[in-house]
């Protein structure tokens, strides 16, 4: 398992997201994303990005007033 601090990017965090699943994650591990909620849609445009790379969204819940996490593994 490991954790990714993605909220230094603020809004512009999907391009490493999708970079990460795909290089740092191996088969089978389970990776947790904290990123920054500005705009609720980056809720949904995580989990589309989750999806659309073929991996499983585990979890997805807010941490605090601002940040939010997501529970993914690498399943292809």
């Known amino acids: 398992m490991k954790r990714f601090d993605l ?8 391009g490493r997201l999708e970079e990460i699943l ?3 994650l191996e088969m089978g ?3 947790i994303f904290l ?3 500005l ?4 809720v949904q445009k995580s ?3 989750v999806a659309k790379s073929g991996n499983e969204l585990l979890n997805s819940l807010r941490f605090n007033e601002v940040d939010w ?3 993914v593994k690498r399943v292809c």
């Open 7 to 14: 909220r230094h990017l603020k809004n512009d965090f999907g």
């Open 22 to 24: 795909k290089t740092q």
């Open 29 to 31: 591990e389970v990776g």
């Open 35 to 37: 990123f920054e909620v």
């Open 39 to 42: 705009e609720f849609e980056n």
């Open 47 to 49: 989990a589309d990005i």
């Open 69 to 71: 996490t997501i529970v």
